[in-house]
């Protein structure tokens, strides 16, 4: 069973930092690729960052690289996304995803491709 939680969405100014969790509450996630996606108000879903089963893959979406790093720790469960140099177009709610089938297919920035999501965790930037 997978259940997806996400955690340590909050409001920070611009320029500050802010880390995301998601934990599997059912089981490890190991074997898992693992992606977060955000959506803002009356825009569509969008990919920002993926990390294959072993973390020894990564990508990330234009708009947050440089700024944004996703990790894992298959030992202890958690994946995280260290979000640095925020911008107020960084707000939205974050959504932590996890399959397999990316890692078959490649295609670890298409939504279609994860079978397990979170609830979500909001994030706001002032600016």
């Known amino acids: 069973q997978v259940e997806l939680v996400e955690s340590g969405g909050g409001l920070v100014q611009a320029g500050y930092s802010l880390r995301l969790s998601c934990v599997n509450s059912?089981?490890?996630?190991?074997?898992?690729?693992m992606g977060w996606f955000r959506q803002a108000p009356e825009k569509e879903r969008e990919f920002v960052a993926a990390?294959?089963?072993?973390?020894?893959?990564?990508i990330y979406a234009d708009s947050v690289k440089g700024r944004f790093t996703i990790s894992r720790d298959n030992a202890r469960n958690p994946v995280y996304l260290q979000m640095d140099s925020l911008k107020p177009e960084d707000t939205a709610v974050y959504y932590c995803?996890?399959?397999?089938?990316?890692?078959?297919?490649?295609?670890?920035?298409?939504?279609?491709?994860?079978?397990?999501w979170g609830q979500g965790t909001q994030v706001t930037v002032s600016s």
């Open positions: 990390i294959s089963w072993n973390g020894g893959y990564t």
């Open positions: 059912g089981r490890t996630l190991t074997n898992l690729a």
């Open positions: 995803a996890a399959g397999p089938r990316p890692t078959l297919s490649g295609s670890y920035y298409s939504f279609e491709e994860y079978d397990y």
